[in-house]
């Protein structure tokens, strides 16, 4: 889908469907909708008098306008709720919501108007990003039913704008939009069609399409390297485990760090030997979903360009119980050298980053930050609404979180004190690999913490925020792309 940005007025917009954003109790009585309303005869005047749209979130009203002092056919108001708690979140889900709900009319041209204070740029972006992510759906191997409806552009309009500006925000959301796509769709795969190999591969067309050095270690060379952690998950499984190395590195750098995004890439949990019950099993094709983050980061990140260099490591491998498989009690000799006890092999996550961000820092890594559908434990204490973050550098975690305000993603910092490591003392190892059942999602970034060491680090628990369930409005039920934006954002604000 193109993505554009204009300035013009709303009346001059040359596309098939114009969706407006209004506020909860707004009447057309002033402003743009003043405009507007007259542009129409009066009809949005009329539908917010009789209240059968008062503009709450989510809600909409939509309009054959053929005729009119409108170039656009179709004229679509989205309720947008009070206009002071209209930020980036929410204007995001407009453009998802504009662009799912058009579609559903075959609109093929469509225009959006944010009406959002602020930055122009942003705004575009935002919409863009949105209406993008509103056009993902899970239905790939559907023969009936599934969704043919495309939309072929979308143009943000904010009237009297800097053009470039607006158009600029639009490119940006496009690529950022696209990139989450990307990772949902890796996300998406069953186990079958996304072994480690197969995202491996991926990865490597990321890498040769958008311009980033790649590696990928196979088992062979993670023997040589001692990886005996991720190795051990490995184990049971017939796939061979493989880690993604990418690299971004500017033509010009503003920071001497090299930031490392390292993602949990289980491209089949079934818990091992420590078998998991069988209800929503199948879901834990997600589970290398922190793997497909940082592939989709690194895809934009080569596009936008931020003056910064940055490290993408993907631990992959199966987690399956068979008569090679790692049992609880063994033990396993990671890289760092660090002996662990397995007392679960669901939790294999903690084992296979390890590995990684040992890795990461070999590969000399300066801040490390990584994601993984780490813990169950994580939906109990925070559900799907926020992203547990938790970690080592008081700052990094701040700007994670801010940079998730910045582009509406929640993240909410769970404490990390030392006491917590004594639950993960092994009897007759360093470390187990469980902490028991108090303070799950805690302990196992208390393990992690043992191979972070010193260097800077954040870890993002998104068990919890990885899926979405059900459909909402603005996206298709299934996985939602949590964290790429904010990564993003991130990056490109550790290179100003
Ligand atoms: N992949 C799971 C965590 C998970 C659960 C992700 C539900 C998404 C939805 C992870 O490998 C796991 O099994 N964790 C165990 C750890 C436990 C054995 C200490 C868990 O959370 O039950
Ligand atoms: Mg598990
Ligand atoms: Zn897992």
Request: net charge neutral; aromatic share 6%.
């Amino acid at each position: 889908m193109d993505a554009f940005g204009s300035s013009k007025p709303v009346n001059e917009i040359d596309a098939e469907g114009l969706a407006v954003a209004v506020f909860k109790d707004e009447r057309a009585n002033g402003g743009l909708l003043k405009s507007l309303d007259q542009a129409v005869g009066g009809l949005i005047s009329e539908v917010t008098k009789s209240e059968e749209f008062v503009g709450k979130e989510g809600e909409t009203a939509y309009f054959h306008v053929s005729g009119n002092g409108l170039k656009a056919r179709r004229l679509l108001l989205i309720g947008c709720g009070d206009r002071a708690s209209y930020k980036s979140a929410q204007i995001t889900q407009m453009g998802g919501t504009a662009a799912r709900f058009l579609r559903s009319k075959n609109l093929k041209t469509i225009a959006v108007v944010p009406r959002a204070d602020g930055e122009a740029k942003a705004a575009a972006q935002m919409v863009v990003v949105g209406a993008i992510m509103g056009m993902f759906e899970p239905d790939k191997y559907r023969t009936k039913d599934k969704e043919q409806r495309q939309l072929k552009s979308v143009t943000v309009v904010v009237d009297g704008a800097d053009k470039k500006a607006v158009q600029r925000g639009a490119e940006r959301g496009r690529i950022i939009g696209e990139s989450i796509n990307f990772t949902r769709d890796l996300a998406n795969e069953p186990g079958a069609y996304m072994t480690p190999t197969i995202m491996a591969d991926r990865a490597k067309q990321v890498a040769k399409e958008f311009g980033l050095s790649f590696d990928v270690l196979d088992q062979k060379q993670m023997e040589k390297l001692g990886m005996g952690s991720l190795l051990g998950v490995a184990r049971g499984s017939d796939e061979p485990p493989k880690l993604i190395v990418m690299k971004y590195k500017p033509s010009k750098s503003t920071s001497k760090d090299l930031l490392a995004l390292v993602g949990k890439g289980i491209t089949f949990d079934s818990g091992g030997i420590s078998l998991k019950p069988g209800e929503n099993m199948e879901l834990m094709k997600y589970d290398m979903t922190g793997a497909a983050t940082v592939i989709g980061t690194m895809q934009a990140i080569a596009q936008l360009k931020p003056s910064v260099s940055v490290l993408g490591v993907a631990p992959c491998s199966e987690n399956l119980p068979s008569g090679k498989a790692i049992k609880p009690g063994d033990v396993l000799r990671a890289m760092t050298g660090k002996t662990i006890e397995v007392i679960n092999t669901d939790a294999e996550g903690r084992l296979v980053l390890a590995d990684a961000i040992a890795y990461a820092k070999k590969l000399g890594a300066t801040k490390i930050i990584d994601m993984a559908t780490l813990t169950g434990a994580v939906s109990i204490a925070l559900g799907d609404v926020n992203t547990a973050i938790l970690g080592t550098d008081q700052e990094l975690i701040d700007e994670v979180i801010a940079s998730g305000v910045e582009v509406g993603e929640k993240f909410w910092q769970l404490p990390l004190d030392a006491e917590y490591t004594k639950q993960i003392k092994s009897d007759i190892a360093d470390i187990k690999n469980v902490g028991g059942k108090k303070a799950g999602t805690i302990t196992a970034a208390a393990f992690l913490k043992e191979f972070a060491e010193e260097t800077p680090w954040a870890h993002l628990d998104i068990a919890g925020t990885a899926w979405g369930d059900p459909a909402t409005p603005y996206r298709s039920k299934g996985p939602t792309g949590v964290a790429v934006r904010t990564l993003v954002e991130f990056i490109e604000r550790s290179a100003k």
